[in-house]
């Protein structure tokens, strides 16, 4: 049996049911817009380099910034941006640097509740533009 139709004006509708292959398809679509589209933000914001360090604009940059934005407590889109394009000015693995003394700072500020407010304020603070 089925799941259990809900009437709406003589109408049956049935709840939408989706497999786990289909919402790992759906997910897959969905990283591989969003890494497209931060690619080409990055490419607009850093034309020649990407950062200091020199790492390339490439799809693993973005992938390995969404693992860091996901392991430092980012959910959003928009502060997962953020965290990936201050990998780029920073360097990739700046969340476990305690340079430069500004960065150390924000991160020990007990007042940042969230990893949002932590990130932005990471953002607004950076000196590279």
Known sequence: MGPK??????LRIYPMIVSPRQ?????DV???RFVSSILAYL???FPNRLSRNAEPIDREFVLEGITGARAFGLTTGVDVAKFIVVSGWLGGKFVHRLEPPWLAAILAYPH????SDRIEAIYRA???R
């Open 30 to 32: 969905a990283t591989n």
């Open 5 to 10: 139709p809900r009437c709406n004006r003589g």
């Open 43 to 45: 490419a607009e914001l």
């Open 23 to 27: 919402l790992r398809a759906f997910e």
């Open 126 to 128: 950076a000196p590279v």
């Open 112 to 115: 940042f509740s969230t990893a």
